[in-house]
């Protein structure tokens, strides 16, 4: 693929591009930094038995959130709902910091969730808007090295906070941030938007919120406050099944669904929403029980454990922005991401070599090969759906990117923490040295295992089985996520590579607005518009304007076409030879089928079609002028006077659309003719070509 041509954000783009990074560091940070205060939190507002629902109160209301915000995004454009997410996030900080009661913490905190899930997948669809794909993975590397920023150092922060001005600023502090995202949005974000006036879906929105519900909070509390075969337990997944059947069925019916589900006939976005959730499991299954097994197995301290887990972030923060930088430089994505998931493969393959005797440097390598592999595809199924996607979904296909992680996630957790906890007590039982009773241990969980003045009570002896237990159940963890990695390497080997585009256009929306920008311009009548087919451009209309763009750039050589010259120059915005590599490069887009053609051809045709949206399309006052006149059969003066009477308003029995749709096909077949006898006569391999008469044959190196 070539080499992309220089792409830079405008002044207002790039303060933009400040506001969403602050939007995201102010979002995904507050998922980290809250964490290590809660002991202080809980001793002052008391609610040890809701301690679990500040987070899943937050991640719950996003995870609903996320793909509701999406579709609306897209139906009435993203900069009132940012702005409206900033400010909900604001007040939810409000409300948690002022909180006197833990019931009052987890409103705020619920409120908090509404902002996070409007502003992190927001964030991402509005570079899609300002950044076309080729570019794109570098932008969203940085925002992928804010993200890990935030789980590094949230819990650092926290703490220091926490410590120097007290819990309640842990909510405080993400004011000042929020208030200059708010300001750099609303002055410098501006997008060309079109709202779309459709019925909203409310009935999807409800069913899916109550699925979402049951579903996460019996996955959450699972094997942890309750055990998995509890009535309630069940009855929330039998409910969250029911009304997830609901949803699919009522999507069907929608005029604008929450999810289109036509967007799953695309094997792209289907194959990267798989890849997402999976990657969602594996990640956030090694930030959560990667320390697990550092405190409970190797018996270093908190911080320590913190510190052994940071080379996961940092690999993925580097690798991240390296790799967002050589998809920016090549185009090509698919070998990287397939090097990166064998990256996150080996790294796992190291982590089920871990032993309870292993040392803390083993798993550091371990999390750094993982990260180095987690960085260069955690941004990319995003950047691949939104390459697939039409614009008018951009919004809920980046939210449904977000969501599936977001779900990937809350699964794994509590799936990989049923594994880990299932049998723990017979795996300790079955290391306990000869004549110890498994009796004395009573019911030994993973949380007495983490604390260390339960193991201090224990004999030498009983904590060393105590730890092989633990390492033999999270082995069993690590085994799991092979077959896992397998799946995800077939899932990103299937994903078919399409060219990256280097505009924020897809392919068939490029074409229809080139299509439709030409057909408005002054000149378009018979030789702009196609009628093969009535109402939509077909692949034969934009083959037949390809012609037209050919036989263009052929007989604009010649010097005996002056007027034609000066209207390719127009074009060109005054530059002929820049005007006559539009024109071919046009054609190129509208005749050939090879994809790599059509992706190096697509800037081409974009720009002459935004020229076209100028006021009197391509061509200058001084040409529009000549050929006006050239065409009447009065005076130059009579024409250029004012409008006159038209064919249309004094004949009304003649329909001119008509007149015009016989005009365009006749001269379709003109064009196939010239065409057909240009190549009959056409010079043989190595003869120098005319200036006139024959039409290129496009090719990829072009």
Partial sequence: MPEAATFRLDADGRRTFAGLI????????????????????????????????VATAAMLASAIVTPIVGKLSDLYGRRSFYLGGLVVFMMGSIVSGLSVSFGMLIAGRTIQGIGMGTLMPLSQTIIGDLVPPRQRGKYQGYMGAVFGVCTIAGPIAG?????????????????????????????????????????????????????????????????????????????????????????????????????????????????????????????????????????????????????????????????????????????????????????V??????????????????VVVALAVFGVGLGTILQQYTLLVQNAVARRDLGVGTAATQFFRNVGSTVGVAVWGAVMTSGLGAAIAS??????????????????????????????AVEAAVR????????????????LVGVLFLSTLFIKEVPLRETVHTPDEGRREFLDTMSSSSVSAAMLVDPLSEGRATRTQERMLGLQYDVLAVRAHSDDLPLLRRAVADVGGGDFDRGLRLLEHTADLLRSDDAHVRASAEPY??????????????????????????????????????????????????????????????????????????????????????????????????
């Fill in 605 to 702: 045709a974009a720009e002459i079609a935004e020229r076209a949206k100028a006021k009197g399309g391509v061509l200058s006052p001084a040409v529009r002028a000549d050929l006006a006149t050239a065409a009447a059969s009065v005076g130059r003066d009579r024409v250029l006077q004012g409008p006159e009477p038209t064919v249309r308003e004094r004949f009304e029995a003649v329909d001119i659309g008509r007149l015009t749709q016989a005009s365009s096909a006749l001269v379709a077949a003109l064009l196939v003719d010239l065409t057909r006898q240009s190549e009959a006569t056409a010079p043989d391999a190595g003869e120098p070509a005319p200036e006139t008469g024959a039409t290129r044959t496009p090719s990829a190196s072009e």
């Fill in 431 to 460: 290391h306990l040295p000869a004549g110890v009773d498994p009796g004395r241990l009573g019911h030994m969980s993973a949380g007495s295992v983490l604390d260390p003045a339960t193991l201090q009570g224990l004999d030498p």
């Fill in 22 to 53: 602050i939007g995201m560091f102010v979002a995904a940070i507050s998922q980290t930094i809250v964490g290590t205060a809660m002991p202080r939190i809980v001793a002052e507002l008391g609610g040890m038995d809701h301690y679990s629902w």
């Fill in 159 to 343: 703490g220091v906070i926490t410590d120097a001005l007290g819990w309640r600023w842990l909510f405080f502090v993400a004011l000042p941030f929020g208030i200059a995202a708010t300001l750099a949005i609303s002055r410098f974000m501006k997008l060309p938007f079109e709202p779309r006036h459709a019925r909203i879906d409310y009935a999807g929105m409800a069913t899916l919120s109550v699925a979402l519900v049951c579903i996460l909070i019996a996955a959450s509390f699972g094997g942890t406050s309750y055990d998995w075969n509890h009535p309630l337990i069940i009855a929330l997944f039998v409910v969250g099944a029911v009304f997830a059947v609901v949803f699919v069925l009522v999507e069907t019916r929608a005029e604008e669904p929450v999810i289109p589900l036509r967007l799953f006939r695309n094997p792209v976005f289907t194959l990267c929403l798989l890849s997402a959730f999976i990657l969602a499991t594996l990640m956030f299954g090694a930030i959560i029980y990667l320390p697990v097994f550092a405190q409970g197995v190797l018996g270093v301290g908190a911080t320590e454990s913190g510190l052994i887990v940071m080379p996961l972030m940092v690999g993925q923060i580097l690798t991240g922005m390296g790799a967002g930088w050589l998809i920016a430089k090549t185009g090509r994505y698919k070998e990287m991401m397939l090097l990166g998931v064998v990256a």
């Fill in 468 to 483: 092989q237990g633990l390492a033999d159940q999270l082995h069993t963890v690590f085994t799991w996520w092979l077959p």
């Fill in 345 to 362: 493969g080996v790294g796992i393959m190291l982590l089920t070599q871990l032993t309870w005797r292993s040392h803390p440097l083993d």
